[in-house]
């Protein structure tokens, strides 16, 4: 294991102590088959991660237009997920769900995905 698989490790482990269980949905949309002309229906599948989910400070809202008054920031472990998430895709955390919009971060050192910094909208 090198030094950033270790850092992941680390940062799921903080991340599931002083965070919750995020569920990442991922909804594929269908297409059309011109062969037998018909329409495939889209696909959802979800993923488990740990994050951490908050509010905005003031601070932040003053620096950033694009922060709308309810919108959380998420901190979502990169590690134990299968793909990373997407514009496209929602979240799942206290039972509410969240779409994610710009900015989508991701902190990547040496090509090792450590964690993402998503922004969510209820």
Do not use: C, H, W
Not at 25 to 35: F, H, K, L, M, Q
Not at 87 to 115: H, M, Q, R
């Amino acid at each position: 294991m090198g030094f950033y698989d270790d850092m992941a490790a680390m940062a799921l482990d903080m991340i599931s102590e002083f965070g919750q269980k995020i569920t990442l949905r991922i909804v594929t949309p269908g297409g059309y088959d011109s062969a037998t002309s018909e329409t495939t229906s889209e696909t959802i599948t979800e993923q488990e991660g740990q994050g951490i989910l908050a509010d905005y400070t003031g601070l932040e809202f003053q620096a950033n237009s694009l922060i709308k008054q309810g919108d959380k920031k998420l901190k979502l472990a990169a590690k134990g997920l299968t793909s990373a998430p997407s514009l496209l895709n929602e979240v799942i955390a206290d039972g509410k769900t969240y779409s994610i919009v710009p900015p989508l971060k991701e902190i990547n050192p040496a090509g090792t995905p450590l964690l993402y910094e998503l922004q969510v909208r209820a």
